[in-house]
């Protein structure tokens, strides 16, 4: 996947101030703020460069707020970096095209791989199959 590359100021100009700050400056959104998103089959892609990150068919209600999934879609959608800010490690979730940040990943999830990716969902916008 060709990585892309913009400056502060092309990210700032095309996105929203939250998106921005969550995308760009490891910010996170209040739990219970973002629309859950249709509940049909579709795709979840990089608010900030459109890549596939999330098929609907992994999302689950963990209760915690935020929209949270089991797997990636494919194996390189995302990659990871420890994540040490407000004095806890943590394991933080970047689309791996553009590096934005999506969330985190816990191992408190479900079935089958036992993960909870817990995105921003102002960080993803959806798309229905057809």
């Keep these: 996947m060709e990585k892309i590359v913009k400056s502060d100021e092309e990210w700032r100009a095309e996105l929203d101030d939250l998106a921005y700050k969550v995308l760009r400056k490891h910010g996170t959104e209040r739990a219970f703020t973002h629309d859950d998103f249709p ?9 900030g460069c459109g890549a596939e990150l999330f098929d609907q068919s992994t999302k689950f209600d963990s209760g915690t707020g935020w929209p949270s999934f089991f797997a990636p879609v494919s194996k390189t959608a995302v990659e990871t970096t420890e994540d040490r800010s407000w004095f806890m490690r943590r394991t933080e979730v970047h689309c791996a ?31 229905p199959r057809d």
């Design 39 to 47: 509940k049909v089959p579709g795709i979840f892609h990089c608010a």
């Design 97 to 127: 095209r553009c590096e934005g940040h999506l969330g985190h990943v816990f191992p408190d999830g479900p079935a089958p791989t036992g993960l909870r990716y817990c995105m921003n969902g102002v960080a993803m916008t959806f798309e």
